[in-house]
C-alpha cells in the first residue's frame, strides 16, 4: 500500500506541474502559475527517487499510476466524468502496474 500511495503522490505532482502550465497556455490564466508548477515538477522528480525498484520498472510501474489518476483528475478537477470504456482502461492499467511492480523478487 505504501509504494502504491508513494505513485499516487507521484502521478499528482507531475500533473500538477503539467496542468499549471496547460492553464495558462491554453486558457490565459496568470503566468505565476508557473511557479508552483515548477515546483511540483521538481516535487515529481524528487518522489521518484524514492521508489524501491530499479529506475526503469519504476517509470513502468508508475505509467499505470499515472493514467488511473489523471483520469480521476479529469473527473474531480475538470469535472468531466470517466466513461465505462475509461474505467477499463484503468482497470487495465493498474493491472498491469500490479504485475510490474509487485512481482516476486
Given at each position: 500500500?505504501k ?42 522528480a ?60
Amino acid at each position: 500500500m505504501k509504494t502504491f500511495l508513494l505513485f499516487v503522490a507521484t502521478a499528482l505532482a507531475e500533473i500538477v506541474g503539467c496542468y499549471l502550465p496547460y492553464r495558462w497556455l491554453r486558457e490565459g490564466a496568470s503566468a505565476w502559475l508557473l511557479v508552483p508548477a515548477a515546483l511540483s515538477l521538481a516535487l515529481f522528480a524528487w518522489l521518484l527517487t524514492l521508489h524501491p525498484s530499479a529506475a526503469g520498472r519504476t517509470y513502468a510501474a508508475y505509467g499505470g499510476v499515472y493514467v488511473c489518476v489523471a483520469m480521476l483528475w479529469l473527473w474531480a478537477v475538470e469535472a468531466i466524468r470517466p466513461s465505462p470504456w475509461d474505467w477499463a482502461g484503468m482497470t487495465l492499467a493498474l493491472a498491469g502496474m500490479a504485475l510490474i511492480a509487485f512481482q516476486p523478487r
